[in-house]
Structure formats: C-alpha cells, structure tokens
C-alpha cells in the first residue's frame, strides 16, 4: 500500500503546514548527514582561523557571514543542527523508555506502585524543567554536551510517565485487558503487548513535538555556556557569543537563533499534523 | 468535600510535594560526584582543611542525618555561606529574589493581557485574516527561543529605534526608592516617587515581554480551541435563540468556560517562564535571582544552587495552588470529583 495515497497521510496533509514542516524537517535532517560534503567550507567546523575574513558580513561566499576569527557560519550553523539532533535523539532515547515503563506500571498495577511513582512524578514536574536542568548541570563537574543530555532527559521523562499513566488509565478497563488477564498472562504482557500498542499514535506525537523542544532547552542550556563546548559548532553558543556583540556584527548571532526557531519550527508542525492524524490530544 | 477542605487538601500536597522536592535536590548534590568540600576550597587546599570542613558540613554523617541537618536549618532560614558571593546564601537570596519576581510577574501579566484576548479574536473570528495572523503570532511565540526573543527585542527597540532601556532594573541617574518590599514598582509607589515608577516599568517592558511570548503563543492556542469549542455547546445556541447580544453570549456564556483550561495551564506557564527568566535576564543584565543562578551556576556554589533551585521551586508551587484556587472559582464543581 502506499502511505501518500492512505487516508493517514490525507488527514496529514489536509493542513499544508503540516507538508511545510515535513519539508523542513526532512531538509534539515539531510542537511546534517550530509554536512561534511554538502557545506561549501567544512573545515572551518573546528578550531580554523582565517583573519583575512574575519567579521564579513552575509554575501554571495558567505551567506551567513563569517564569525570573528573568520569562520563561515553557514557551515557552522549547518554542522551544528547535528549537535541538535543528536541532543533531541539521545534525550528521548533515555527519558521515553523511563517515562513509558514507570507510566505502565503506575497505571496498570495501581495501589502503592501508583501511588509511589505518581508522588514521584509529581515532584519531579514540580522542579520547572529548565531549572532542574542547570542545578543538574552545576552539581556535575565541568559542562559538556554528555551532561546537558543526561539533564535533559532527568527533566523530561516525567511527562511521558503522565501521557502514558492517562492512556493506561483509561484503557485498562477494556475488555480485551480482561480477557488477556483470565487467560493468565503475566503483567508484562499485558502492559507492554497489550497497553503499550494503545499508546503509541500519543507518543510518536508526543516524541515529534518534543524533539523540536528538547533543542530549544538544549540550545538555552548552552547559550548559557553549560552545553557542548567551544570549539564545537553548537547553536546556543554561538547565539550567545554574538549576543555580546550586537548590534554591529548582528548576522553572529541571528542566523544561529533563527537556525534553532526552524528546526522547532518543523518538528511542531509535523507534530501538529500527526495530532490531526491519529486524532490524539498530547 | 466542602471548599474549605479542598483548600486544606491542596496545601497538605504543595507541602509534600516542597520536602519530595527538597529531598530530590539534597540528594542530587550529595550523590554526584565529587567532594562537596573539595569543591568549595578549591584543588589547591590541603587534605586536613578538606577535612575540617567535611567535619562542620557534617558530610561523614550518613545521608539521613545530613538530610535532617539540612531540613532544620532550612527552617532556621540557615541555607550556608555562598562560596561564591562569601555572603550568607539567605541575604544573596533577598538581595536577588524581588527583581525576579517582580519580572515575572509583570510577564504573567503581559501574558495573559496579551494572550487571552490574542486566543479571543482569534476564536470568534475563525479563518479570518486575525485569526491567521494571531495563530501565526502564537506559534512563532511557541518555537522561538527566548533568548532569541530577548536579542531581536534589544535590537528593535534599544539599537534600530531607541525607545525602551535594554538593561538593568532602573535608570543609575536615579535615586532609589527605599527598600521596603524591593519590588521597585511598589516601593516607588509607596514614597510617592512617580519618575522612578515610570522609569522601572519602561524597564520591565522589554525582559518581561521576552519572558512571556513563548507563554503568550501557549495561552492563545488554547484559549482559541476552548472557545470554539464552547461555541458549539447547546447552551450557546439556546442564548443565541433568546436573542442575547453577541457581547452579553460572549461575556456572560461563553468566556467562563473557555478559560478554566486557560487558566489551568497558567501554572504550567509559570514553570515555562521561571526557566525563561534564567536566559533573558542574562541578555538583559537583569539583577535577579536567574542571573544569580547562572553565576553560582558556573562558579560551582552548592549552597547557591540548591537554594536557587529551592527557591525557584516553591515560588512555582505557591502560583500552582493559587492558580488551582482561581481554577475553583470559576469551577466550583471540581470540588465533588474524587
């Protein structure tokens, strides 16, 4: 069968933003795969000096511009969507089988187990996201990208234990849940064949939108210097490097900031989209 | 369950849920690694002064003494010595803690000011032009950055048209108002001193409207779906049928309802700028307690971090109960469910 032609991919595209930031995103992801051959100077990504164009602003070789050592930032921009990407992957490689399992056992066992992992869940989403992960990030010992991914993920996982605890609320009530009980099949079964399945158009919606957010923390974590390092091209670094130069040099860091708003941009439409899709509420 | 034990209830959990958070921050600090004592003297101390201060931080304790020292003397308004600032952590925080309150206050207010009637066009006018145009506002609000926010709204309003001030809480050239609350709004009114009230609202403008854009895009959203939603509803139709103006449907019928989910994830939005404040008030040299926790932040304080993120917190908690209490207000049945 095929997917442009099903009625999924017409709920889909019935809003053409939704196709906008399908586009995008798909740009962006070939973009940062591709970077080391598709960027016109891919060696300027590390520590390079070229002080005969340090400071241009945007033209025909240098869209973007060049940075004060003379870097081109286009290049820059486009190396550092893969810092971005990697952030938003790994961040929810960790905290969604976390905040899945402990959403699952919450929900479905019920009694005590609920009640300690919800009470747990609770004060966890009661720390504002951000700030849990900078104390995180200042407990540890010196600031690099490992670190914010680990904060990150210790701020995120609570919510996707609320999404998944609400969806199991509800559908263990079910007949099919009943029935898989009698015929005595065991916790994990019903949890994670039968349950987890019920979850899924929630959650790869869920995952899409915050894929796009788990960026935006990660590039403020960084903006604030307590992400990935110079002389690592990362979004929010740069943007803060410029910000101290504004309003003469203004293309440092605009072009960077702007960067970050596009690839949020995309991965909210989509997400959007997918809501539309699977009629979900996340 | 009558109102009043609802409120009893509600903040019987705020105070579990503050010693959850206190023990989840206790318990980060001391179980990364690391010697907290080594930290705070700095590689170049020597073991036996290491070990003095293990002995005064009483870090040989086992955890659940330290835990308990702790908790005691966070009620004796004892939060330690910030090794960063040398003063004591409490004094840092009265010192810093007013300017962003104040901030985010007049960002939740820019919020809902901004965001709510934003959602209310955009709602009764579905498909319109001003609905295009306030959804579009309202997303752009959602995925930019606010940092990004805080340069673009400098560079309009401070370098290509300087109207606004860009940084710190008030004009050098003035006189300060004498502290009395350290919220400069209130102290200026209360001495009478309207040019320093002027001028520190001029510069609350242009951080508390970067702090509260990606809030305001929130807000809108929903306050657009809601009252569409409400709309549809019989009663509306029934009002429609008495002929009722279109104002008094929309102020009398519709407006409540739609609000509550609003006005629920207020809260929400709180925690949302209480993380925003810690990137605009740097980019707006705002003195206040985020730009506090960046440094200590950097400087590797302890005793600064846990308290900054203490703090952060429980302000967060004391919005989320009063927000659930407007919740009750506007919806007194939610006092019958479980």
């Given amino acids: 069968m095929n997917f442009f032609k099903s009625k999924y991919f017409y709920k889909f595209s019935r809003n053409p933003l939704s196709v906008v930031g399908l586009v995008i995103v798909t740009t962006i992801v070939i973009l940062a795969i591709f970077a080391p051959f598709i960027t016109p100077f891919p060696e300027h990504v590390g520590p390079f000096t070229d002080f005969a164009n340090k400071s241009k602003p945007p033209s025909s070789t240098y869209i973007f511009g060049t940075d004060k050592i003379g870097r081109d930032i286009f290049t820059r921009v486009i190396f550092g969507y893969r810092i971005s990407l990697t952030l938003g992957i790994v961040v929810l490689a960790i905290a969604v089988p976390i905040g899945v399992t402990m959403g699952l056992c919450a929900g479905y066992v019920g009694k005590k187990t609920e009640m300690i992992l919800m009470r747990i869940t609770d004060v966890f989403l009661a720390i504002p996201a951000l700030v849990l992960a900078l104390s995180i990030i200042g407990l540890l010992d010196r600031p690099n990208l490992f670190y914010t991914m680990i904060a990150v993920s210790m701020a995120w996982w609570p919510w996707y234990t609320r999404l998944i605890y609400n969806i199991t609320r509800s559908v263990k009530t079910e007949g099919y849940i009943a029935a898989a009980e009698i015929m005595g099949a065991s916790k994990m079964h019903i949890m994670f064949r039968e349950i987890l399945p019920n979850c899924l158009p929630s959650l790869l919606t869920k995952i899409t939108l915050d894929l796009g957010f788990v960026i935006l923390v990660g590039s403020s974590l960084s903006f604030l210097g307590l992400g990935a390092q110079p002389p690592t091209p990362d979004l929010g670094t740069m943007v803060a490097k410029g910000a101290s130069v504004l309003p003469d040099t203004w293309w440092f860091s605009l072009f960077p900031g702007f960067a970050i708003l596009i690839v949020v941009l995309g991965f909210n439409l989509v997400g959007d989209g997918l809501k539309d899709m699977f009629d979900v509420d996340v | ?338």
């Fill in chain 2, 1 to 338: 369950m009558n109102t009043l034990q609802y409120f009893l209830r509600r903040i019987f959990v705020s105070i579990i849920v503050f010693f959850g958070v206190s023990i989840v921050i206790f318990c980060l600090a001391r179980l990364i690694p690391g010697d907290p004592a080594r930290i705070a003297l700095g590689p170049f101390a020597t073991d036996e002064m290491v070990e003095q201060l293990r002995e005064t931080l009483h870090l040989n304790e086992s955890i659940f003494i330290q835990y308990g020292i702790f908790i005691e003397k966070l009620f004796q308004g004892d939060l330690g010595i910030s090794t960063y600032t040398k003063r004591p952590v409490l004094v840092d925080i009265v010192s810093y803690f007013p300017a962003t309150f104040e901030l985010v206050l007049m960002s939740g207010l820019l919020m809902i000011l901004i965001g709510m009637p934003l959602g209310i066009l955009s709602g009764k006018f579905k498909n319109s032009i001003i609905d295009n145009v306030a959804r579009l506002i309202s997303l752009l609000g959602v995925v930019t950055p606010s940092f990004l926010w805080a340069i673009i709204l400098m560079l309009i309003f401070a370098f290509w048209f300087p109207i606004l001030p860009v940084s710190e809480r008030m004009n050098e050239a003035l006189d300060p108002p004498t502290l009395v609350t350290g919220l400069l709004l209130v102290d200026s009114l209360l001495e009478g001193n309207f040019k320093v009230f002027g001028d520190a609202f001029l510069h609350l403008i242009l951080p508390g409207l970067a702090i509260a854009l990606p809030a305001i895009g929130n807000v809108a959203r929903l306050t657009r779906t809601n009252l569409s939603d409400v709309y549809e509803k019989q009663y509306i139709e029934f009002a429609k049928s008495y002929s009722f103006s279109e104002y008094r449907i929309a102020t009398k019928y519709a407006l409540k309802p739609a609000s509550i989910p609003t006005v629920t994830i207020i809260g929400l939005d709180f925690a949302f700028m209480l993380g925003n404040a810690f990137l605009v008030e740097t980019v707006f040299v705002w003195p206040g307690m985020a730009k506090y926790g960046v440094e200590v932040i950097l400087a590797k304080d302890l005793n600064g971090i846990i308290a900054t993120a203490l703090v952060i917190t429980t302000f967060f908690l004391i919005i989320n109960m009063i927000v659930d209490f407007v919740v009750l207000l506007l919806n007194p049945r939610i006092t019958t469910k479980d």
